[in-house]
């Protein structure tokens, strides 16, 4: 068309006499002069043209929208670039923050902190932990998938998982199981290679290192494997729900904390992906404090299992333990900068944890506010999100006597078998695998401690009183973020 223009015969007659061309209609003048105007219409200037009553500059046209692919492709987020948002923020309307990191790729561990818009209105925001697994392909089916919190179809039969379940999904799966299954699987193990006699002379002596060792409560921490915390695979096991780690408040590594996890739930999944691993970017969040998730004595008892924990820095939850770390070590080799985490509620919690509900024993629980008196310890309140949803539970109502007799076994061997089940490894009905519903770990404000070697009564109560208020603010303030299908109200009981 551009050449068309440029070649066109004249239409002033009197051009067309001195090239001796025959006049031209005024039907073909007047196609002719349309097709030119609206050629110029179709050709987007430079610049802008128009002309205004002052003399500003005016901005030059737009060019035409290039139309990318989308970022998401079958649930797939594409990289970008390094500088990639990796944080989210959360806030709620009192201006209440938490921070969250979220990397688009579940190896930029390594990256700085980064801020970004926030979700809700106020002056505050919650910066929260890595989005564990997010550099992998994701199911493109997920919102088909059925899920306990859903409609029931049929109550009566068996839901089968589907052949073309996604690669990611299956390794999530298996992950999980072997996290389920670590102590079952290890001590057939530890059996199979005491039936062999080849194995005796190793053996032997590894039993009798293993009933005199002290490295569970030591609190040296020398077994503790930072390789192993951080390896890719618990960025599977955080993604199989999804679990994000939240932070309230930047806490100064030139302290030393006690972590309170609640609820505990069936199996605490939250605390171990929160604080035995670095799949939720707990060293990004806290940089500079060391944190010791904490489980019973008698594990450190177990074959195999024992030297697996202590790689993953656990350490025996006894007063001596805890002494321990919280007093050797650290910057100043007197912990400055080591934190334990202590899943307060313990065993009796684990029978209320039931699907929408959250019922804390924490009323008589004060045995962590004296150790972190005794230590000089702040106390920081962690509340899990989801925690409870990840099972369903025998009821206490409907079969009172299996709920006495788990309290009768609880008391005698401190502890107790939850009457669980969940989905399966091939169904999403039957079996002990943990439902796969969000978990959200807010870690709360630190309740400041004035050191006292032999603590005083009504100091305690004080400091237990503060813990129990913030851990109440936490649950108020996001609760409308986190758990909007929860069935009441937060209740304290024992």
């Known amino acids: ?20 061309l025959p006049p031209k209609t005024y039907v073909d003048a007047a196609v002719e002069n349309l097709n030119g105007d609206s050629e110029k219409e179709n050709t987007a200037p430079s610049q802008y043209i128009g002309q205004g009553e002052d003399d500003a500059p005016r901005s030059p046209l737009r060019k035409p929208h290039k139309r990318n692919g989308s970022l998401r492709v079958n649930g797939l987020r594409s ?37 970004s818009p926030s979700r809700r209105t106020g002056g505050a925001e919650l910066v929260s932990g890595r989005r564990a697994g997010a550099g992998w392909e994701k199911s ?46 290890l001590l057939t193990t ?38 192993l915390r951080s390896l890719p695979i618990w960025s599977l096991f955080a993604s199989y729900f999804p679990a994000r780690l939240h932070r309230s408040q930047v806490l100064p590594p030139t302290r030393k904390y006690i972590f309170g996890y609640h609820p505990h739930g069936i199996i605490s999944h939250g605390a171990f992906a929160a604080f035995a691993t670095e799949a939720l970017g707990f060293a990004q969040l806290f940089p500079g404090i060391t944190n010791t998730l904490l489980t019973l004595d008698s594990n450190f008892r177990i074959p195999l299992y024992r030297d697996y924990v202590l790689a993953l820095g656990l350490a025996s939850v006894s007063r001596e ?16 900068g080591r934190a334990i985490t202590i899943v307060v509620g313990g065993a009796r919690e684990s029978l209320d944890a039931r699907p929408n509900t959250l019922r804390l024993v924490l009323k008589r629980r004060k045995g962590f506010v004296k150790l972190g008196i005794r230590t000089g310890a702040d106390l920081v ?111 304290i009981v024992e």
């Open 190 to 227: 530890f059996f199979f290679l005491c039936a062999i006699p080849l194995f005796w002379p190793l053996l032997f002596p590894y039993v009798l290192y293993l009933l005199f060792s002290t490295a569970g409560h030591s609190g040296t921490l020398s077994r503790r494997s930072p390789f």
């Open 79 to 115: 990289k970008t670039s390094a500088q990639s948002l990796l944080v989210e923020k959360f806030q709620d309307r009192d201006g209440e923050r938490l921070t969250s990191i979220n990397p688009i790729d579940s190896e930029d561990s390594g990256q700085q902190i980064q801020k």
């Open 140 to 185: 493109g089916c997920v919102s088909s998938l059925p899920s306990h919190t859903s409609n029931p179809i049929d109550n009566a039969r068996i839901r089968w998982a589907p052949l073309n379940v996604p690669l990611k999904r299956r390794l999530q799966t298996l992950v999980v199981l072997w996290h389920t299954l670590t102590i079952a699987l």
């Open 381 to 491: 309140p962690v509340l899990a999100f989801g925690e409870n949803n990840l099972y369903d539970q025998v009821q206490p109502e409907t079969h009172p006597v299996i709920h006495k007799t788990q309290l009768v076994l609880k008391k005698a061997l401190g502890f107790t078998v939850p009457l669980f089940h969940a989905r399966g490894v091939f169904n999403y009905d039957v079996g002990m695998m943990p439902y796969r519903t969000p978990l959200n770990v807010v870690v709360g404000r630190p309740i400041k401690v004035a050191q006292q070697k032999v603590p005083d009564e009504a100091y305690v109560d004080e400091i237990h009183g503060l813990y129990v208020a913030e851990l109440e603010r936490l649950w108020r303030e996001w609760r409308g973020e986190f758990a909007r299908d929860m069935k009441g109200d937060l209740e």
């Open 321 to 336: 333990s805890c002494e321990n770390i919280l007093s050797k070590g650290g910057a100043n080799g007197e912990g400055m």
């Open 1 to 20: 068309m551009a050449s068309s223009l440029l070649n066109a015969e004249p239409s002033q007659p009197q051009e067309r006499e001195e090239q001796h």
